[in-house]
């Protein structure tokens, strides 16, 4: 698997180098396969690539037409424009490349609007680079869709090894997008979500907090492991009063917690959540209980949804580039989908932290 890392100083840059790579490779990719279609047919490569283009239809007879389109076919060519391409049965135009998207972990979208957000940011970014959602496909459902039609997949979120299996034994065109480096064979889009723990606890620290609560799911969790990981290399012992596991919103688990803190059971002085959802509820348990506390609790998490930006106080948080992310898994798709790379690469995009007014200084 070949790596790219953007840098965040030089996140742009490198960025546009990757895509500049893809799209040089897809230019010559194109050149090549129009010169294997004339060799295959008997005919030139301007007269294959009028056909195939649609610029000229006189340009052939309709045998030579179909021949064409039937190399074409046969080598699984698609031109620059889709709309342009590849006939089915001989006469109808092939429609623009369709995407099915998988949720691999949610039910729906409004479960998570991380997802929500980032699946915008998808349908924006294939709309740009005239491709289509065919399908979107939930978690209950990804065993029983048929991906085979699609012209390639993308999937959002972890998914488990049978899912994958499942997906790449009907559609060998698949891009994933998630928080954890997952290692599989097929292209990947992901920001560490280690990383953003790390950053996130770093920051913490540097207030200086020890006593820290973690909010959110515990189970093969890299933000988890972050957080663990922090408090070990900062000789901080590890409380496991503090650690809460939830896949929800959160607000039961931390309402727990924070009762213990009032009668004096336990005692924390900030809290780190798994993703703004949790967040955003502890934000607003913590409001609500405002007067019984002797001093403000500090709140960060990750995501930097668009609600973060409207709690009170405002949510500090590590910002995932979700418009980045999207723009480059539909890139890789499509240049997968042309046949330009065949060894499975991931593109791991820099987290960053956004400071606001949710982290205070511990006294």
């Known amino acids: 698997m070949q790596t790219f890392v953007f840098h965040c100083e030089n996140c742009c840059r490198w960025q546009s180098s990757v895509i500049l790579i893809f799209h040089y490779r897809r230019e010559l990719y194109t050149a090549m396969s129009l010169k294997k279609i004339a060799s295959m047919v008997g005919t030139s490569i301007s007269t294959v690539s009028r056909v195939l283009n649609n610029t000229s239809p006189t340009c052939a007879s309709k045998e030579l037409q179909d021949k064409i389109w039937a190399a074409a076919r046969e080598i699984n060519y698609q031109p620059n424009e889709s709309a342009r391409s590849l006939q089915k049965s001989g006469t109808a135009a092939r429609s623009l490349p369709h995407i099915s998207?998988?949720?691999?972990r949610i039910s729906s979208l409004e479960e998570d609007p991380f997802f929500l957000e980032l699946f915008r940011d998808l349908e924006v970014e294939l709309l740009k680079q005239k491709a289509s959602v065919d399908h979107i496909v939930y978690a209950d459902e990804s065993f029983r869709q048929n991906l085979s039609d699609s012209s390639g997949v993308i999937i959002l979120g972890r998914c488990s090894d049978k899912l994958l299996g499942s997906i790449t034994a009907q559609n060998r065109n698949v891009?994933?997008?998630?928080?954890?480096?997952?290692?599989?064979?097929?292209d990947e889009v992901v920001c560490d979500g280690k990383k953003a723990a790390e950053l996130a606890m770093k920051y913490l620290f540097s207030l200086g907090h020890q006593r820290i609560a973690y909010i959110g799911?515990?189970?093969f969790e890299s933000r988890y492991v972050g957080y663990c990981d922090m408090l070990i290399r900062n000789n901080i012992p590890m409380d496991f009063e503090l650690i809460k596991?939830?896949?929800?919103?959160?607000?039961?688990?931390?309402?727990?917690?924070?009762e213990k803190k009032l009668t004096g059971e336990t005692e924390f002085t900030a809290v780190f959540c798994a993703n703004d959802k949790t967040a955003i509820h502890v934000l607003k348990l913590l409001k609500e209980k405002k007067r019984q506390l002797k001093q403000p609790i500090s709140v960060i998490s990750i995501d930097n949804i668009e609600a973060s930006q409207n709690t009170q106080p405002y949510l500090t948080t590590i910002h995932i580039p979700r418009s980045e992310?999207?723009?480059?898994?539909?890139?890789?798709l499509l240049d997968r989908i042309a046949r330009e790379h065949r060894e499975a690469v991931r593109i791991e995009f820099p987290c960053r932290i956004v400071e606001r007014s949710s982290c205070y200084q511990q006294k």
């Open 217 to 219: 799911d515990c189970s």
């Open 325 to 332: 992310m999207a723009h480059m898994a539909v890139s890789l």
């Open 175 to 186: 891009v994933g997008i998630w928080r954890n480096p997952m290692n599989f064979n097929v």
């Open 101 to 104: 998207i998988i949720l691999a």
């Open 245 to 258: 596991q939830a896949t929800g919103d959160g607000e039961a688990e931390f309402s727990a917690l924070l």
